[in-house]
């Protein structure tokens, strides 16, 4: 009786071994990606106005590492993971070199779960196309099912900015490319040397880095800059609002123009923080040192909006997190570092009558006695700002099959 008992456990075992292998299987294989070779992924059309920062490392493919150019110095130094060591780096001169089979390379990689330590996760499982490269949740599961402790930033013309994440910690694409990969919730790949080899079993990567770098030899360097070049290819240009500003384009309603005339104004100062083509903080030149560019405080593009008297999470430092782009701002719910606002409504109560009187609360929310000054918009003057913010969606953008999946389901 006990040894049949004992048979039957075991039995039951194994069938529940191999049904759970089988599952995994069917989660980690994701087949061979399949490349149209026609999309042209180099000089990304950005908005009119608007051109990429200055704050970028420059790689040379045919070397597949990265090259700082120091006009100053007279020449360059070559660092794996394109960390410079030397020199003032306002002088430095920065720029994303995009490359189609580079970032065809990097496309695969931004895709492909075996950049996971368990083979479940890819950079897109927290970037969505159809939002926006946001994922619609307040918080993100990484690679074991543990939850990331902010939101998804969606990506949106990170060619155009010097700082990036929430906390604004990277000040380049190159920096930002494995940091997700690397990081011990997200993806668990703490060692680089295992990904490349892991990465070189794989029979779809040699003919790409290849075609990339000219050898089919996979290092960390070579990941990053691929990576960099795909995500700094990534560029929404062609929102109603950017047809509208152009000869023969679809004018806004009515309704949508009061919210542009709020949205500038000097009453609600929307466009105080998020200026310019790419309606987000404009953060200059990157600078180490501190003391900002021409003096007085480098806050590289953040902000303390009042969200919490005493900020649990400090961001950059005392409640100062990253001012966003507001393109796509209606694909990219829930709002802010910890999506705690589900709605664009949600995020206009707090700017007219949620604001807290927090230590370093950004002036533009003070009165001239430093008390919260909240922004007084009327109920038909919220509705048409949030219309207005409608016409920052481009559908071109989220539909665009260069930026697609590549693992063909």
């Given at each position: 009786m006990t040894k049949t008992f004992l048979l039957a456990i075991a039995v039951i075992f194994t069938l529940s071994l191999n049904s759970c292998t089988e599952e995994v299987k069917e989660i980690t294989s994701q087949g061979v990606p399949v490349l149209d070779e026609s999309y042209v992924y180099e000089n990304p059309k950005l908005p009119d106005g608007l051109n990429a920062a200055s704050g970028f490392i420059n790689f040379d493919p045919s070397l597949g590492i990265p090259v700082v150019n120091n006009p100053s110095s007279g020449g360059g130094v070559f660092v794996e993971g394109g960390v410079p060591i030397f020199g003032n780096f306002n002088e430095?001169?920065?720029?994303?070199?995009?490359t189609n089979p580079g970032a065809a390379l990097g496309r695969v990689l931004f895709y492909d779960k075996s950049l996971s330590l368990n083979n479940t996760i890819s950079c897109s499982s927290c970037h969505h196309q159809?939002?926006?490269f946001a994922d619609g949740q307040v918080s993100s599961p990484?690679?074991?099912?543990?939850?990331?402790?902010?939101n998804s930033m969606a990506i949106l013309n990170p060619i155009t900015q010097n700082n990036l994440f929430w906390d604004s910690r990277s000040q380049s694409i190159h920096d930002l490319s494995l940091r997700p990969v690397q990081n011990?919730?997200?993806?668990g790949m703490e060692n680089m040397e295992y990904l490349t080899r892991k990465l070189s079993e794989i029979d779809y990567y040699g003919p790409l880095f290849t075609k990339a770098y000219g050898s089919n030899e996979i290092t960390s360097t070579r990941i990053s800059d691929a990576l960099s070049q795909f995500i700094a290819s990534i560029t929404t240009a062609d929102s109603r609002f950017d047809k509208s500003l152009k000869s023969g384009?679809?004018?806004?309603?009515?309704l949508e123009n009061l919210g542009k005339n709020v949205f500038f104004s000097s009453k609600a100062k929307c466009s105080s923080c998020h200026s310019g083509a790419n309606f987000s903080a404009p953060d200059g030149i990157f600078d180490p040192y501190g003391g900002g560019i021409g003096g007085g405080e480098d806050l590289r593009g953040t902000a303390n909006i009042g969200l919490e008297l005493l900020p649990k999470d400090t961001g950059l430092g005392e409640g100062?997190?990253?001012i966003p782009s507001l393109r796509n701002i209606t694909l990219t719910a829930p709002y802010m570092h910890d999506g705690r606002f589900k709605t664009l409504e949600e995020v206009l109560e707090h700017y007219t009558g949620g604001i807290k009187a927090t230590a370093t609360l950004d002036p533009k929310f003070k009165d001239e006695n430093g008390r919260v000054r909240p922004i007084p918009l009327t109920p038909l003057e919220k509705k048409a700002v949030i219309a207005f913010l409608g016409t920052l969606q481009d559908d071109v953008f989220t539909k665009d099959p260069k930026y697609s999946d590549p693992f063909k389901k």
């Amino acid at each position: 009786m006990t040894k049949t008992f004992l048979l039957a456990i075991a039995v039951i075992f194994t069938l529940s071994l191999n049904s759970c292998t089988e599952e995994v299987k069917e989660i980690t294989s994701q087949g061979v990606p399949v490349l149209d070779e026609s999309y042209v992924y180099e000089n990304p059309k950005l908005p009119d106005g608007l051109n990429a920062a200055s704050g970028f490392i420059n790689f040379d493919p045919s070397l597949g590492i990265p090259v700082v150019n120091n006009p100053s110095s007279g020449g360059g130094v070559f660092v794996e993971g394109g960390v410079p060591i030397f020199g003032n780096f306002n002088e430095i001169n920065r720029n994303v070199v995009v490359t189609n089979p580079g970032a065809a390379l990097g496309r695969v990689l931004f895709y492909d779960k075996s950049l996971s330590l368990n083979n479940t996760i890819s950079c897109s499982s927290c970037h969505h196309q159809d939002k926006a490269f946001a994922d619609g949740q307040v918080s993100s599961p990484g690679f074991e099912g543990k939850l990331t402790s902010r939101n998804s930033m969606a990506i949106l013309n990170p060619i155009t900015q010097n700082n990036l994440f929430w906390d604004s910690r990277s000040q380049s694409i190159h920096d930002l490319s494995l940091r997700p990969v690397q990081n011990h919730i997200e993806m668990g790949m703490e060692n680089m040397e295992y990904l490349t080899r892991k990465l070189s079993e794989i029979d779809y990567y040699g003919p790409l880095f290849t075609k990339a770098y000219g050898s089919n030899e996979i290092t960390s360097t070579r990941i990053s800059d691929a990576l960099s070049q795909f995500i700094a290819s990534i560029t929404t240009a062609d929102s109603r609002f950017d047809k509208s500003l152009k000869s023969g384009g679809t004018p806004l309603t009515e309704l949508e123009n009061l919210g542009k005339n709020v949205f500038f104004s000097s009453k609600a100062k929307c466009s105080s923080c998020h200026s310019g083509a790419n309606f987000s903080a404009p953060d200059g030149i990157f600078d180490p040192y501190g003391g900002g560019i021409g003096g007085g405080e480098d806050l590289r593009g953040t902000a303390n909006i009042g969200l919490e008297l005493l900020p649990k999470d400090t961001g950059l430092g005392e409640g100062k997190f990253k001012i966003p782009s507001l393109r796509n701002i209606t694909l990219t719910a829930p709002y802010m570092h910890d999506g705690r606002f589900k709605t664009l409504e949600e995020v206009l109560e707090h700017y007219t009558g949620g604001i807290k009187a927090t230590a370093t609360l950004d002036p533009k929310f003070k009165d001239e006695n430093g008390r919260v000054r909240p922004i007084p918009l009327t109920p038909l003057e919220k509705k048409a700002v949030i219309a207005f913010l409608g016409t920052l969606q481009d559908d071109v953008f989220t539909k665009d099959p260069k930026y697609s999946d590549p693992f063909k389901k």
